[in-house]
């Protein structure tokens, strides 16, 4: 494979403040082997230095235009930062906005693009989800609520645009199904925007993913203008290696390079529940979660770090003292993780998703693989790109619809109402 698809970590508060030296000072959690540069990510003194990362703006203070962290405010030129927009946490009733008070959404949607031009050299465009419809707490009951607030979103964007800014804007795409897909995708097309992000079945189904890459294509909507495309929350090594391939086919198509992008927070969702990744997969492409017991009580006499006690080779495990994970919570009168500790169990399972992902590609390409990515590899993805035009490639990939919705990631198709109502689950 001459190019990679990149994954972008997830970046969270959590992490990005208990990596500053002035965070750890003021708690007085500093650690024999703990060195906030260690875990910093953005900085070439980290042990896994990583160039990429995602940053969602629903996450984050956008009021304040600058970013708060020193290690984002302070990152090399050749970084790259790669904003979301709050989608998500519209889809999750987690945005700090009133539907019902014009001047109110309007602040946040000024705020956050303000907030993404700022920071940020690539930013998803602020959409309304569809992967949430039917859920009895979120506001946008049908499709095409999602798909009109969306559009008033993107015309707000649109018109407040800062003319000098440099932040290339993608697309989102959203959608349940192939008609609600191509719906969405004649609405927004016109804007002027750098490349695309996929989500809903676009992101939850590698045929989805395939097939609308190819829709693009078919169109002239991948060029040397709108060359990236962004997959919205997936990290599943087996995912990541098509898209690789995906990409460098795609490309081969369009006449260009295209770039293909991916991102996910399991390495800090799974830290919150204090489990460890592990770093060995099967041919699945399938990363497992270590079953190991990190109690107090099992680690409290372990002077040995997080590798020693899990069998882990990582670099950041090294530096991990099982026995300076915990500290005393005086009010509750036990003992618990703080948030430094939090932080590096993130970091040691960020860096197992990359030794995860390279391995991944490793396997992919020596061919170690099971029966299903055999096939996606040497019939499905030659089979349709080697059809003479988009069309025939479309109908080629069809024929392999029920094997990609179901074995590699599991996609329901809801059964859609024909006024894109409520769907059965």
């Not at 040397?224 to 929350?233: D, P, R």
């Not at 990582?314 to 618990?336: N, Q, V």
């Amino acid at each position: 494979m001459s190019r990679r698809s990149k994954y972008l970590p997830a970046l969270n508060s959590c992490f990005l403040n208990s990596i500053q030296d002035e965070y750890i000072k003021n708690r007085n959690r500093w650690h024999s082997h703990y060195k906030p540069e260690q875990f910093n990510i953005f900085s070439p003194q980290c042990e896994v230095y990583c160039k990429e990362s995602l940053l969602s703006a629903g996450h984050e203070p956008y009021k304040k235009e600058i970013v708060q962290y020193p290690c984002l405010q302070n990152r090399a030129s050749d970084t790259l930062l790669v904003g979301d927009s709050g989608g998500f946490q519209i889809a999750t009733n987690k945005l700090n906005i009133d539907w019902n008070n014009q001047k109110n959404v309007d602040a946040v949607r000024l705020g956050i693009l303000r907030y993404l031009e700022k920071n940020c050299d690539i930013a998803m465009t602020l959409d309304v989800p569809t992967f949430t419809i039917g859920h009895p707490e979120f506001k946008f009951s049908t499709f095409d609520q999602c798909m009109s607030q969306t559009l008033e979103n993107m015309e707000f964007w649109m018109a407040n645009r800062n003319p000098d800014s440099k932040l290339r804007l993608l697309n989102v795409l959203q959608g349940r199904n192939e008609a609600e897909v191509e719906e969405w995708y004649g609405k927004v097309k016109h804007y002027d925007t750098h490349g695309w992000s996929f989500s809903s079945a676009n992101s939850d189904c590698v045929y989805y993913m395939i097939r609308t890459a190819l829709m693009l294509a078919k169109d002239g909507e991948l060029n040397s203008h709108k060359n990236w495309i962004h997959v919205l929350g997936r990290t599943m090594p087996a995912v990541s290696v098509i898209l690789t391939d995906l990409q460098n086919r795609i490309s081969e198509l369009v006449g260009t390079e295209i770039q293909i992008s991916y991102d996910s927070s399991s390495f800090v969702q799974s830290a919150i529940t204090a489990t460890l990744l592990d770093h060995t997969m099967s041919s699945e492409l399938k990363a497992r979660t270590a079953k190991v017991d990190m109690s107090y009580e099992a680690v409290k006499d372990q002077k040995i770090s997080l590798n020693d006690y899990t069998g882990a080779k990582t670099k950041l495990g090294s530096a991990i003292m099982l026995d300076e994970m915990y500290i005393w919570h005086e009010k509750e009168h036990k003992w618990y993780w703080d948030v430094p500790t939090y932080s590096q169990v993130m970091a040691y399972n960020y860096e197992v998703t990359t030794i995860l992902m390279n391995d991944a590609h490793t396997m992919y390409e020596e061919d170690h693989l099971n029966g299903t990515l055999l096939k996606v590899k040497h019939e499905i993805l030659p089979n349709v790109f080697s059809k003479r035009t988009i069309d025939e490639m479309i109908a080629e990939l069809a024929k392999y619809k029920g094997l990609l919705v179901n074995d590699i990631l599991k996609y329901n198709e809801p059964v859609v109402l024909a006024d894109h109502g409520l769907f059965d689950w």
